[in-house]
């Protein structure tokens, strides 16, 4: 059982907008930063953003991240065949002095 | 090229144990916050532990008292050694340049290297 909680799936057809959303609590998402990772099969994790809502280089800004209270959401709009991954939120919990990751959501281009 | 390699995975009995090193290029380690984390067989992503600049370590729960993070600067290189390995330890265990507390745009992940525990 994740510490944050993820839909396990979502989905939409090319060119929709879809949100994947991450519920915490007040001693993760409430207090620390939001990040969020994509992961295609068999590959490493790949940053998708940081600091609740902050793009690294190279991540088209169709993608966005948004914060509040102790939920985040991640945002994918112009959905494109290639956004079909696995995405997951993170972020370190002061009550375990550790990171929670959520379950992860799989995300299918119909 | 900043880049990470991730090694050391095997197959391994209950009990036994087994040393994973994650070697850096194109920056200094010891400079980042360094993680380990994993994912099991058909399962999601799950932190396993993490080594701070000033040396602070920190485990998730599950992993206390069995797994030790270190790393050798002279080497620019991550360890994670893992002891009285379990079943459900079996995992792909990927190292992770990755500050939690900063909002940084560094991240750097290794390829990852599989550990079976199996009898």
């Known amino acids: 059982q994740s510490v944050l909680t993820q839909p396990p799936s979502a989905s939409g057809t090319p060119g929709q907008r879809v949100t994947i959303s991450c519920s915490g609590s007040?001693?993760?998402?409430?207090?620390?930063?939001v990040y969020w990772y994509q992961q295609l099969p068999g590959m490493a994790p790949k940053l998708l953003i940081y600091?609740?809502?902050q793009r690294p280089s190279g991540v088209p800004d169709r993608i966005s991240g948004s914060k509040s209270g102790t939920s985040a959401s991640l945002a994918i709009s112009g959905l494109r065949s290639e956004d079909e991954a696995d995405y997951y939120c993170?972020?370190?919990?002061?009550?375990?002095?550790?990171?929670?990751f959520g379950g992860g959501t799989k995300l299918a281009v119909l | 090229e900043v880049q990470l390699v991730d090694s050391g995975g095997n197959l391994v009995q209950p009990g036994g144990s087994l040393r994973l090193s994650c070697e850096a290029s194109?920056?200094?380690?010891?400079?980042?916050?360094m993680n380990w984390v994993r994912q099991a067989p058909g399962k999601g992503l799950e932190w396993v532990s993490a080594?701070?600049?000033?040396?602070?370590?920190y485990y998730v729960d599950s992993v206390k008292g069995r797994f030790t993070i270190s790393r050798d600067n002279s080497k620019n290189t991550l360890y994670l050694q893992m002891n009285n390995l379990r079943v459900e330890d079996t995992a792909v265990y990927y190292c992770?340049?990755?500050?939690?507390?900063?909002?940084?745009?560094?991240?750097?992940w290794g390829q990852g290297t599989q550990v079976t525990v199996s009898s």
């Open positions: 194109g920056f200094t380690l010891s400079t980042y916050t």
């Open positions: 080594i701070g600049s000033g040396g602070e370590t």
């Open positions: 007040s001693s993760n998402i409430g207090r620390n930063y």
């Open positions: 993170a972020t370190w919990d002061d009550s375990v002095s550790g990171v929670a």
């Open positions: 600091g609740n809502n």
């Open positions: 992770a340049a990755q500050t939690w507390t900063k909002a940084t745009t560094d991240s750097y």
